[in-house]
C-alpha cells in the first residue's frame, strides 16, 4: 500500500474516532462512527504491514542483486534467481492467480537420455526420457512459508559469527512506600537469546548433452529450481526446527497460551484463549498461522447461525481473518496430533530470522570432467529465533 494511501486512511480513521467521541452527535452516527473506526484500524494495520515488507523486500533486493546475478547477466532487470525468491515468498499481488497449462507433444521416448543426471541409478526420478524439451517446465509446486508471510524480523549480516542478543529476562519493580520507610529492592535479570549459521543446501549433476542440445536456456531452469529446493527446505526450518543444531521453529519455541481438551483437535473457545493469553500491545499486531490440517478445522467452524468464524479476504493478495486478525497457512507446522502445536497467535516480529550473505548457487566443471558432467551447487545460511515468548503463543492438543 502506498504511502498516500496509508495517509487518506489514517485521516478517515481519526475523523471516524473524533465522530465517535463527540457527545454532540446523535447515538446512531457515534455508534456508525465506532464501527467505521475499528474497520479503518485493521485496514491501517494491514497497510502499515505491507508497506513494512514490501519496503524491506525493495531494500534487499537492491543489496543482493549484484550478488544474485549470474556471471553475464545484463545490470538491468531482475535475475532468475531473485525472482524467484520473490515469487516463492512474497504474498500474491491482488487480481494474480497461478496459470495453469497443458501441453500435448509426441514424444518419442529414448532410454538412453539420461540429462539430469541420478548418479546412484536407483530410481527414475531424476532421468529424461524424451527426444527434445518442451519449451515449458512444470514445477513442483512447493508450500509457501506462513511464518515468513507474516512478518518476522530480518537479520542480515556478512558473516557466519555467533550473535549475542541481550535481553532483560525479569523486569525491575516499583512498589509504594510509606514515608520514612527504605525502598523496596528489586534485582532486574539478564539473559540472551544467540543467532548461529545453520548452512541449507544441495547439488545436483547436469550432462554435457542436456546443455547442448537443448533449444531453450537450462541454466535459468537450473537456478529456479535450486531457489525454490531451498525456500521450500528454509520455510520447513522456520516452522519446524528444533533447535540444537539447526534453527528454532516459530512454534516449537513459542510457550503454550492454552492446551486443547482433545488430543487431536480444538474449539472456537480454546481459541478465543489462546488469542487472551498474548499481551495486548502484541495482541493488537497479532497474526495467526496454523498448519494444513488445523486450518481447514478452523475454515470449517460456524457460529449458532452457521456462519463461518473466518472471515474471507475481500480480495486476492489478502490474508484471511480470524478475530480480526489475518491468519495464514504453513504446511510445514506440527501436525493436529497430541502434543503438538498446530496454532500460533501474536506478533510476529518478535521472530528473527537470520540470513547470512545471501543464496549461492554455484557451478564447477572439473568434479566429474571425465564423465562430461557438471556439477551445480547450491546453499543458503539461516538461523532464527523467538526473541520474546510473551508475544507469540501457540495452541497445544492435550
Known amino acids: 500500500m502506498t504511502s498516500e494511501k496509508l495517509k487518506a486512511l489514517h485521516g478517515e480513521y481519526r475523523h471516524a474516532i473524533e465522530v465517535a467521541r463527540d457527545e454532540t452527535q446523535p447515538e446512531e452516527a457515534r455508534d456508525k462512527a ?37 556471471l553475464g547477466q545484463p545490470a538491468t532487470g531482475l535475475d532468475p534467481i531473485t525472482q524467484s525468491i520473490r515469487d516463492f515468498c512474497r504474498v500474491p499481488e491482488q487480481g494474480v492467480t497461478p496459470i495453469k497449462r497443458t501441453v500435448e507433444l509426441p514424444i518419442a521416448k529414448r532410454a538412453d537420455e539420461e540429462w539430469f543426471k541420478d548418479t546412484a541409478k536407483s530410481t527414475k526420478a531424476g532421468y529424461l526420457y524424451t527426444s527434445e524439451m518442451a519449451a515449458n517446465v512444470i514445477y513442483h509446486e512447493n508450500a509457501e512459508s506462513g511464518v515468513l508471510a507474516s512478518g518476522p524480523t530480518y537479520v542480515d549480516t556478512d558473516h557466519g559469527r555467533t550473535i549475542l542478543y541481550p535481553k532483560l529476562a525479569t523486569d525491575a519493580s516499583a512498589a509504594q512506600t ?50 525454490r529446493a531451498l525456500a521450500a527446505q528454509i520455510a520447513s526450518q522456520v516452522a519446524a526446527g528444533t533447535g540444537g543444531t539447526m534453527p528454532d521453529g516459530l512454534p516449537i519455541l513459542a510457550a503454550s497460551g492454552k492446551t486443547a481438551a482433545a488430543k487431536t483437535t480444538f474449539t472456537y473457545d480454546e481459541l478465543t484463549d489462546l488469542y487472551l493469553s498474548v499481551l495486548p500491545g502484541a495482541r493488537a499486531r497479532g497474526s495467526w498461522i496454523a498448519g494444513s490440517t488445523a486450518f481447514a478445522t478452523i475454515f470449517k467452524m460456524k457460529d449458532a447461525e452457521g456462519r463461518p468464524f473466518m472471515q474471507a479476504a475481500p480480495s486476492a493478495g489478502m490474508a484471511d481473518t480470524l478475530m480480526g486478525h489475518p491468519i495464514r497457512e504453513d504446511a510445514w507446522y506440527p501436525a493436529q496430533t497430541t502434543g503438538l502445536k498446530p496454532v500460533t497467535f501474536g506478533d510476529v516480529s518478535a521472530f528473527h530470522v537470520r540470513r547470512i550473505g545471501g543464496i549461492r548457487i554455484e557451478r564447477d566443471d572439473g568434479v566429474y570432467f571425465t564423465q562430461f558432467e557438471s556439477v551445480v551447487r547450491f546453499a543458503a545460511h539461516i538461523d532464527s529465533c523467538l526473541f520474546d515468548t510473551a508475544r507469540v503463543k501457540a495452541l497445544t492438543l492435550g
Not at 491501517?44 to 524491506?56: F, V
Not at 532486574?188 to 531453450?216: C, I, K, N
Open 34 to 70: 465506532a464501527i467505521d473506526a475499528a474497520d479503518l484500524r485493521l485496514k491501517l494495520d494491514e497497510g502499515i504491514i505491507e508497506a513494512t515488507r514490501d519496503a524491506e523486500i525493495g531494500q534487499a533486493r537492491e543489496r543482493m542483486d549484484d550478488i544474485l546475478r549470474p
Open 178 to 227: 510509606a514515608e520514612r520507610t527504605a525502598a523496596t529492592l528489586t534485582y532486574p535479570v539478564m539473559a540472551q537469546y544467540q543467532l548461529d549459521s545453520y548452512r541449507q543446501d544441495g547439488y545436483m549433476t547436469l550432462t554435457e548433452e542436456l546443455a547442448r542440445d537443448t533449444e531453450m536456456n537450462v541454466w535459468p531452469i537450473v537456478t529456479e529450481v535450486a531457489t
